[in-house]
C-alpha cells in the first residue's frame, strides 16, 4: 500500500468526572507542559501543543485502571526540566530522568521520564537522541 492513510494521531482522550479536577487538568497540561486551549465546549476542553492533542471531557467517569493503553508519550527536548516542573507542583515522577537505548534496528538512543498526570493517567516525556 504506497498511499498515506493515517498521517498523525490527532488527539488522546481522557474522562474526568469531577469539574474542579477537570480544570485542575486543564491548568496542569496549560501552565506546566505548555498546551494551549484550542477548543473548549460545555463539557470538554481540546488542548494542542505542536500537532499533539489531548482531549478531556467532563460527562463521564474515567476509569482510574491501567487499560490496554499504558502510557501516551509527549515529545519533548527537555524532559529533565519538565520533570522537575512536573514534581514540584506535586505529581509523581515514577521514573527520573534517564537515557535509554531501544534494541531495534538501527538502536534507538533517547531520553525518558514518566509521570503520573491530573486523572492518573500515565505520561511519558520522550527525546529522542540520535
Excluded at 52 to 72: M, S
Amino acid at each position: 500500500m504506497d498511499e498515506l492513510i493515517i498521517s498523525a494521531l490527532h488527539h488522546v482522550s481522557m474522562k474526568c468526572d469531577d469539574p474542579l479536577v477537570f480544570e485542575k487538568t486543564i491548568v496542569f497540561y496549560t501552565d506546566i507542559l505548555g498546551f494551549s486551549v484550542k477548543r473548549k465546549w460545555a463539557d470538554g476542553v481540546l488542548l494542542q501543543s505542536g500537532t499533539a492533542c489531548i482531549e478531556i471531557f467532563t460527562n463521564d467517569t474515567g476509569i482510574r485502571e491501567l487499560g490496554a493503553i499504558r502510557h501516551f508519550a509527549l515529545a519533548t527536548d527537555k524532559v529533565d526540566e519538565l520533570a522537575v516542573k512536573i514534581e514540584a507542583a506535586g505529581y509523581e515522577v515514577f521514573i527520573k530522568p534517564k537515557n535509554i537505548v531501544i534494541p531495534c534496528e538501527p538502536e534507538l538512543h533517547a531520553r525518558i521520564s514518566f509521570f503520573y498526570g491530573p486523572l492518573g493517567e500515565q505520561v511519558e516525556l520522550f527525546e529522542e537522541l540520535d
